[in-house]
């Protein structure tokens, strides 16, 4: 009876992690939120040799600049904090293609910057 009920805590504490994770994390702009996805899935591309460096760095340029605008809509309200965190996430991108575009940056340097991204997005890291 005892390892039952355990079993059945353990499997609704499994459940109610399960149900919570995905989707954009709380205290973000849903602007934000999107601006970072389409950050993350750039660099997947370029991660995934489908864009250029250069394509790549231009892209993520305009997504900063979307990033930026974003946060300082944002200033006086709670998502603020996050948004900014998403806006320096895609800038650190940026530096990261820059870098590589320029031969003084390797791709570990991009795989680095798009992890965090992640983390701050609650997507999974790349490998």
Excluded: F, W
């Excluded at 995934?48 to 892209?59: K, M, N, P, T, Y």
């Excluded at 965190?85 to 390797?106: A, D, E, F, P």
Aim: hydrophobic share 40%; net charge neutral.
């Amino acid at each position: 009876m005892k390892k039952t009920s355990v079993l059945l805590v353990i499997l609704s504490v499994l459940i109610l992690v399960g149900c919570a994770s995905g989707g954009r994390p709380e205290n973000m702009s849903d602007m934000a939120y999107d601006i970072g996805m389409d950050a993350l899935k750039l660099a997947d591309r370029y991660l995934d040799d489908a864009i250029s460096v250069d394509s790549a760095h231009s892209q993520m340029e305009n997504l900063h600049t979307r990033a930026d605008k974003q946060s300082d809509a944002s200033v006086d309200k709670k998502e603020y904090v996050r948004d900014l965190g998403i806006s320096h996430s895609i800038l650190m991108l940026q530096v990261s293609l820059s870098s590589k575009m320029y031969g003084r940056g390797t791709t570990a340097d991009v795989l680095a910057a798009r992890n965090s991204l992640a983390e701050k997005l609650g997507e999974k890291k790349r490998k």
